[in-house]
Nanobody, 121 residues
Framework: QVQLVESGGGLVQAGGSLRLSCAASGGTFYNMGWFRQAPGKEREFVAAIRWNGGSTYYEDSVKGRFTISRDNAKNTVYLQISSVKPEDTAVYYC????????????????WGQGTQVTVSS
């Protein structure tokens, strides 16, 4: 069965950094994405990466601060977050698809449980 497990979340001060990890099991995937959801807000796209080609995609507001990467051998994707802001506070979700997908939640059939990132000002 497909399983995605996020880790690396926690409390971080504004301006700091952290790295989120997503370990995937139960199959191989074509595309991986990171989404986040703040309290009272809709889940939004953050970044995505293709497993084979390595092409990356970012939401405009996080370009230059967030970096998505992958380790195919470990079947793991990462989200490096730098210069964090209070507005980055959210539950971050890892998502996977065996078909092409980028920014829409409906394009990702597999989701992790999420990891909380809290940024203090």
């Amino acid at each position: 069965q497909v399983q995605l497990v996020e880790s690396g979340g926690g409390l971080v001060q504004a301006g700091g950094s952290l790295r989120l990890s997503c370990a995937a099991s139960g199959g191989t995937f074509y595309n991986m994405g990171w989404f986040r959801q703040a309290p009272g807000k809709e889940r939004e796209f953050v970044a995505a990466i293709r497993w084979n080609g390595g092409s990356t995609y970012y939401e405009d507001s996080v370009k230059g601060r967030f970096t998505i990467s992958r380790d195919n051998a470990k079947n793991t994707v990462y989200l490096q977050i730098s210069s964090v802001k209070p507005e980055d506070t959210a539950v971050y979700y890892c998502a996977a698809s065996r078909l092409f997908a980028v920014v829409t939640t409906s394009e990702y059939p597999y989701w992790g449980q999420g990891t909380q990132v809290t940024v203090s000002s």
